[in-house]
C-alpha cells in the first residue's frame, strides 16, 4: 500500500467521546415520552448508526412503538442542538495528531452519520474544524454507512483512489464501511463498538490515538 494521501476519520467514538451528551439529549427525550433513562453503557451500545437506530434500539429495551419516529428524531436533534459539546471531549492525542497530518501535508476528513450540522458545531467548539477539507454526516447524502457510496463519494471529491485512502473508526459500521468501498480500515480500540473487538474486520489496530501517526507513515 502507498502512503495514504486521504485519512477519513469516525467522530463518536474515534475523535470524540461523546457517549455522554448523546445520553443527555436521549434521556432528556425518553422523559417526555415518560420512558425510562438509559445507563452510559446502553448508549455507547446503540451508537453508530444514526439517530433513528440510536432511538429504535432505545425504544426496543423497553418495548415501545414509535408512532413518528421521525418527530422523535426531530426532538432528539432539537435536545442535543442546544448544547451539543456537553458532556463531550476529544481523545488524548486527537488535536496533536491530526495536527501533525495535516502539517505532512495528508487530506482529512470526517465520514460520520451524525447529523452534519451537529457534527460541524462539535468540531468547531472542540478546536479542530480546520484540521479537516470535508465533513460528510449522515444526512449528507440520502445514504449512510455502512453504505460504501457515502465512503466513494469522499473519494471522487479529492480525486483519490480507494488503495490511497483509509478509514479510521471505532465500529462494525466503519469497518464494513471501508471494506465494501475497498479503502483499509484503522481500528480505534477504545471506542463504541457492540462485540468483542476481534470480531472486527481490519487491517491495523490502535490503541491510542497518537500511534496513528507513526502507523500511517509505516504503511508506505
Known sequence: MMQPSLVAFDLDGTLIDSAGGIRRALNLLLRDLDLAPLTLDEVRAGVGDGVAQL?????????????????????????YSADPVAHTQLYPGVAETLRELQGRGLTLAVCTNKPLQISEVIIAKLGIASCFSAVFGGDSRPYRK??????????Q????????AVLVGDSEVDSATAQAAGVKFILVTFGYHRGGLDRIPRNHAVDRFSELSALLAQLS
Open 146 to 155: 455502512p453504505d460504501p457510496r457515502i465512503l466513494q463519494d469522499l473519494l
Open 55 to 79: 432511538l429504535q434500539r432505545a425504544y426496543a429495551s423497553q418495548d415501545h412503538a414509535s408512532p413518528d419516529i421521525a418527530d422523535d428524531v426531530r426532538r432528539f436533534i432539537a435536545h
Open 157 to 164: 471529491q479529492f480525486s483519490v483512489r480507494p488503495d490511497h
